[in-house]
């Protein structure tokens, strides 16, 4: 992966926004892969990394120590974004609504399905949290952020084989609970 300054790095706003225009096609790509898992049913890619971007600056700013910690905290926030995007879009529907936000029209119509997988999703990797909180971190860090088992082993210093195990185990789980 490489190498991104540290917002801990960035002494004013100036030097934040900079972090941003150097990771941001990192985050679009990331957003992407968050958005087709979705199935369309949120946001568009450029509204998930300027949604990221708002809430890394809300009430001051977000420190990381290395770019697979603000990578982790992308994931996350993006992860939260999309459902919070679901949950206001079902909600539209189901009051007879139409349309939605300018972003969210952009990125396609939803189907019901389609938002309903997003908080399927969302409640399945709550849950697993819940019973195994490594292996639900693993499946942020891996599925979302798109960081490599040996990468996740080296953040957790665990070996490659444990996560593997770890994958398969949560790639299970969460295969249940989804069918």
Known sequence: MPAAPTVADAADRGASDQLFAEVYRRLKAMASRQRRRAGGATLDTTA???ELYLKLNEGGQA???DPVRFFAYAARAMRSIL??????????????????????RAGGAST??????VLEI???????AQDDPRAARLVELHYFAGLSLPQIAEIFGVATRTLNRDWRFARAV???ALR
């Open 48 to 50: 998930i990394v300027h």
């Open 63 to 65: 420190r990381f120590t």
């Open 83 to 104: 459902v919070d995007a679901a949950r206001r879009r079902g909600c539209r529907q189901r009051i007879g609504l139409d349309g939605g936000t300018d972003a969210e």
């Open 112 to 117: 019901a399905a389609g938002i309903d997988q």
């Open 122 to 128: 969302d409640a399945a990797l709550d849950r697993l």
């Open 174 to 176: 969460l295969y249940s």
